[in-house]
């Protein structure tokens, strides 16, 4: 387009080579040339860095953060649980609340990123429009969440209902490890959970349509 760089040439799933273009209108780039490799194997573009291969590696998990010359950053993404609230037992408001004071947010970080995270109160991260910071973090009270459970189902709430978190392998770092962590944590106050791991086009095909129906 009218970019400071052009296309010369597309080897799908390969590389990507760009070049100068010396009819930009604006401050041109300070390469002349940029070669896009694509390496799906987080270590391999990493190593590719290490020998000289590349110069920089780009969506490496937090398990690289520590190495040299990483350089972390922020990305304006929200990790959270949608809840099919016709689908018993979250039917029942006492259930979801259960849901909220059942997850170790800070627990989770830790053990699933390292620490590379902050828990979230709105949906949205401090750097986009509309954040607001005084929307407090759902507490930890697995104490609490037990109580709620307990009474929907004294109430007749089919708690035992089985629930499944449906997760792709390639939403988030460490997709797979969360939602067992998850899982364990709504277990542990009385609810019936389990897992499903999925590749992206059914998971998209199954956000479409009714779980509670699966």
Do not use: C
């Amino acid at each position: 387009g009218t970019g400071p760089y052009r296309v010369v040439s597309w080897d799908h799933g390969s590389q990507i080579v760009l070049e100068a273009f010396p009819d930009y209108w604006g401050k041109p780039g300070e390469a002349t040339k940029v070669v896009y490799l694509f390496r799906a194997e987080d270590l391999v573009r990493s190593q590719m860095v290490a020998n000289g291969e590349a110069d920089i590696a780009v969506g490496l998990p937090v398990e690289f953060a520590d190495q040299e010359n990483a350089v972390k950053f922020s990305i304006p993404d929200t990790t959270g649980l949608r809840i099919h609230m016709q689908s018993p037992p979250f039917t029942d408001k006492r259930v979801r609340e259960a849901v909220r004071y059942a997850i170790d947010r800070e627990g989770l970080i830790a053990a699933v990123w390292n620490g590379a995270a902050t828990p979230a109160s709105p949906p949205i991260t401090p750097d986009i429009f509309g954040y607001n910071p005084d929307i407090p973090v759902a507490p930890y009270d697995p104490e609490k969440a037990r109580e709620l459970v307990e009474a929907a189902k004294a109430d007749g709430v089919p708690v035992e209902t089985e629930a499944k978190i449906f997760t792709r392998t390639d939403i988030v770092d460490n997709a797979d490890l969360l939602a067992q962590a998850l899982a364990a944590q709504l277990t542990e106050v009385g609810l019936n959970v389990s897992v499903q791991i999925m590749e992206a086009a059914p998971w998209i095909e199954l956000l479409r349509s009714h779980p509670s129906d699966k």
